[in-house]
């Protein structure tokens, strides 16, 4: 799907080319700023008072003085709402360059006066910041035509004119730049081409370079620069073997399990038949890290067997992953808005007699959904292996018996290898003593483990120093029995460590970042997962920014930057809930989440679909856990805007 842009007198029109020709186009490429037009901008009439607009005009004009008609801005011809649709842009957008009549480059930071000095304007084009970025590789790289554009909008010359200023600046080939094939390029000598590119994300310093290498692989923020390349590498040596989705790298760090990777491995395809089995424990055990480790090892020993990761936490997520599925396996159909991508893969698997694949569900917790409803996301097939994992022992045996693996509490040894990964600096031989005695506080729980070492990490202090902060953090908040997540007889005993490790970064935090304290607090009284930035407060996008990094430093927030959300996990969650019930501070939080829900909830137009239906399940969480005689009237607004998207849907 590609969107283009064109002006209906003065109204700025957005069209959507889905499943039609595509008419010539012109693409901007620009660095963004921090008032940019969104797509969801353009059924608001202030979308003009925003500073990006004057670059939307300056495109829209030049576009014309070129005969045409449509014209491309990243900032608003995709819906960032849109996961399906954001995680397709990443993979298509050197294809979408390579189709532009033209590019035009508006360097921001280059200033040209009409009676500048060839040497002048040319120092100045040099040290602009356009040639230092990510993703500007390929604007240079795919379009046949590129033309250079000052702030004031005029025109310095095309990539043909100053080739050898392009060259200077970036030492791109000229072969490359003349939009010679990429494939007399080795690997390698592509890679260097962003060598010294800066990205905002670490990972999309290998994620620009996805075109350019004719690779398609999922965005997972979060991974590290090292683990992306890593991934990438794996899918070009993976080249002609089975099609497979794992959207996360190998975990160097992970240890032990040995005896329960044998039997998953063993009996899941025993005697060449495949089999269903499932994980289970409580949550922060490493039920998903195992599953990891299978589905990577299982991948590297069978090339022809295809891997599938799929997020069962719900049904929309169910059905993104399927999307993605269809897309790799190249299922004629898979693009159609309407198309049932569920029935589309397993028919494709179940007519696949010979190939094995292994399905992988993770956190399949959701009682409301049903074994069954699982069930028909399950291709009939004697050789496609499923394995499930989830916190809830009723699901398990209804999906899995007896085939159930159940996780129990890590060893001691098993807990050290892993306190010894996480950490920055080596453990001496005198520390190993005090790094017993703090996994005894921690219960060996992986979860606390690796948020005691963000902490520790961050904060630059000993084992013994973290020790203490957790004596005093446990004087200060005695013990109680609250329900806890899950329905496992352990999870009164796991709940602690990660309620204690959390609260003692919460505690840092109050003083060093308020912000990020606050986030934490607003994150309690939604749904977990995906919480959108944009439902975070903050004087400024790179406020609100720093505040997620510094959470995510701590290990108390996942980041999802290709989504602009992030995700809190299951047990953190609920030590929050638990914290602020205690400190009389829930109700205040909640009501504070309404409100900010009530300013970001669009109105009932269909082109905001994307955007209510990914904050309906926030929006559905702070209403059912709140009172209907609190912040009435921000609720009811909130109730009535959450039913007007419902009926319109």
């Known amino acids: 799907a590609m969107r283009l842009l064109h002006f209906d007198g003065e109204i700025l029109v957005s069209t959507d080319f889905r499943g039609k020709t595509v008419p010539p186009y012109t693409i901007l490429s620009h660095r963004w700023g921090d ?35 449509y ?93 050898l200023l392009v060259h200077k600046a970036t030492g791109i080939p000229f072969e490359a730049l003349r939009n010679g094939s990429l494939d007399k390029f080795t690997l390698d000598e592509r890679r260097g081409w962003a060598k010294n590119r800066k990205t905002t994300e670490e990972e999309d310093a290998v994620y620009c370079l996805l075109g350019i290498l004719d690779v398609v692989i999922s965005a997972a923020y979060g991974e590290g620069k090292g683990r992306a390349w890593r991934r990438l590498q794996a899918e070009l040596e993976a080249a002609g073997s089975a099609p497979s989705i794992i959207p996360f790298s190998q975990n160097d760090q992970f240890v032990g399990r040995e005896s329960q990777l ?39 020993r069978n090339k022809n067997c295809s891997v599938f990761w799929i997020d069962a936490s719900d049904t929309d997520s169910l059905y993104r992953s399927y999307g993605s599925m269809a897309q790799k396996l190249g299922i004629p159909g898979w693009d159609d808005e309407k198309a049932d991508n569920r029935q589309l893969v397993r028919a494709h698997f179940s007519g696949e007699s010979e190939r094995q694949c292994l399905f992988i569900f993770d956190n399949a917790d959701d009682t409301s959904l049903g074994s069954a409803y699982l069930s028909d996301y399950v291709p009939q097939s004697e050789q496609c292996a499923v394995l499930y994992t989830t916190t809830n022992s009723d699901m398990a045996e209804e999906v899995a018996a007896p085939n159930i693996l159940r996780l129990r509490e890590m ?65 200060a908040v005695p013990e109680h029995n609250s329900e806890s997540p899950g329905n496992g007889p352990q999870q009164h005993d796991i709940t602690g460590p990660v309620a204690t490790t959390l609260l003692i970064s919460l505690e840092q935090l109050r003083g060093d970042n308020d912000l990020a304290a606050d986030y934490l607090s607003l ?32 290990g108390l ?9 992030v995700d809190l996990h299951q047990l953190v969650h609920h030590a929050l809930r638990e914290w602020l019930q205690g400190q009389e501070r829930l109700d205040k939080w909640t009501g504070n ?26 929006a559905k969480y702070v209403l059912t856990h709140s009172s209907a005689e609190k912040d009435r009237g921000d609720r009811l607004e909130l109730a009535q805007k959450c039913a007007m998207a419902l009926y319109n849907d």
């Open 557 to 565: 927030v996942t980041r999802r930057p290709a989504e602009s959300s």
């Open 411 to 475: 060893s001691l040894s098993t807990a050290q290898k892993m306190l010894a990964n996480h950490m920055e600096a080596c453990l001496s031989a005198s520390e190993q003593q005090e790094a017993q005695l703090l996994l005894h506080e921690l219960s060996c729980l992986p979860l606390a483990i690796v948020q005691a070492a963000a902490y520790i990490n961050t904060r630059g202090i000993a084992l013994q120093q973290y020790r203490s902060l957790i004596a005093r953090q446990r004087e």
């Open 262 to 300: 044998a039997e998953l491995e063993a009996k899941l395809f025993e005697y060449n038949q495949a089999t269903t089995m499932a994980i289970v424990g409580p949550p922060g055990m490493g039920k998903s890290q195992l599953a990891l480790e299978v589905a990577h090892r299982t991948r590297q």
């Open 593 to 618: 989440a309404i409100r900010e829900l009530r300013r970001v909830f669009p109105d009932n137009n269909h082109g905001s679909r994307s955007k209510w239906r990914r904050l309906l399940p926030h």
């Open 71 to 163: 014209f491309w801005i990243d900032t608003c011809c995709i819906d960032k709402w849109d996961r399906r649709e954001r995680s397709k842009a990443i993979n298509s957008m050197f294809r979408w360059y390579k189709g532009a009549v033209k590019c035009y480059v508006f360097l921001r930071d280059v200033s040209v006066a009409a009676d500048a000095s060839q040497s002048t304007w040319e120092a100045s084009f040099l040290a602009s910041e356009w040639f230092t970025r990510g993703w500007t590789l390929q604007e240079l790289i795919a379009p046949a035509s590129v033309e250079f554009f000052s702030c004031e909008g005029r025109r310095i010359g095309d990539k043909t004119s100053l080739e």
């Open 35 to 69: 008032s940019e037009v969104l797509l969801e901008d353009l059924g608001r009439d202030t979308y003009k008072e925003k500073d990006g607009y004057r670059k939307i005009e300056f495109c829209a004009a030049q576009a014309a003085q070129d005969q045409l008609q």
């Open 523 to 554: 994150a309690a009284c939604v749904d977990r997962k995906d919480i959108p930035l944009d439902l975070l407060p903050s004087p400024s996008p790179r406020e609100r920014e720093e505040a997620v990094k510094v959470l995510s430093g701590h």
